[in-house]
């Protein structure tokens, strides 16, 4: 008798980290459900192309919630507050950027949570990332284990004694690191960009913070980023 | 010079027991944020009488927050699945009963934190309830607690060093002693039902779950629930 597969429900934004971890997930041979979010992001682009990333890798379940984290302002990803533009990756400093969305992997993992008992999931997959964006509370090892402890008291499937884990795989990688690992399973990373603010035909600014961590990423596999950017210069 | 007051979030659903809490943050001087969501119950008219209800405690700052839970089906509040009935409180048992609706109070809360941070809130306050109400994973002291770990390590405010406390008032508290609180703090308790499954007028129907802990906390105290329900009976 075959064991029966095991179901990830993978949290996926359509940037290169949840790509990533969608390619680890299905490697891993993870049954999987992809979430993602209109939680009102003015880079509301990265949904249709959550939807094209889903397809290309087989991922027939999934869902896009329609939420809408503008009723707590505050950042400049949902807010009328500019995304700030920096020269270098160098000048990327350790405090909580203004692209922070308050309690924004908090809520998502919550829906993942639920979604995670509805499929009878035992794992929960996303990319978040301490070493190149260490600013952001919620990406933090220690969140994603508080997390896991709250979601296994918060269920019924866990009262039935059915654990769920949050898998965060990209948590201690570089962005280097996270771009080798995807690329050795085959991921296209053209189908990904990362930018926070992207002109209207979804092309990358190249120098927020997301686009710089990005191109250094790639600078430092030796390869070119194969996104596209307004400039010719990335 | 004068101490500010604090701060707290309020989930209130319009029901007995989040009014009851509100009438405690409010006796405990707390300047209050209250949050309700219309997450596509059937019993949608709660997000009316809480609406009133905040009116009537002078909180001026209500949010409601359009989710819809309904994609994860699998609940008698959300799916179309019977709300069940049931003729005598003794015939509630300790089984999770299918009106628990996939990690609603986790997703709650994550909105609650993401409000509590922006409001500068220190406190999060909710109505839930263990001891009436053991079947619900999400009600019980130890998911609380979990919750109150997890949100200390997820947020900018947290990282500032500025704890959050999740507060509920009513945990251990059977629903007798919670009514006999609610109406030494003024509560006027025909401003609110507690009804799964109201008719199109609003009135209770007096069997589910709900109606049968409520009905039997009012009989404790000696007292007729004000609340309308559709038979002369209750």
Redesign the interface.
Known sequence: MKTPKRKAVVLLSGGLDSTTVLAIAKSEDYVVTALSFRYGQKHVHETAQAEAIAAEFGVSDH?V?????R????SALTADIDVPKKGHVQDLTDD?PIT?V??????F???A???A??RDADTVMLGVNSLDYSGY??C?P??VD??E???N????R??EGKKVQIVAPLINLTKCEIIEKGLALGVDYSMTTSCYDPDNENKACGSCDACLLRLNGFEQNGLKDPASYQSENF
Do not use: H, Q, W
Not at 71 to 74: A, S, T
């Open positions: 869902v919630v329609e939420i809408d984290l009723v707590f302002g505050n909580i922070y308050p309690a924004r992997n908090t809520i993992l919550s829906y949570l639920a979604m008992e509805v509370p919620d933090r220690e969140f508080a997390f402890d709250m979601a008291l918060a269920t019924k866990a009262v």
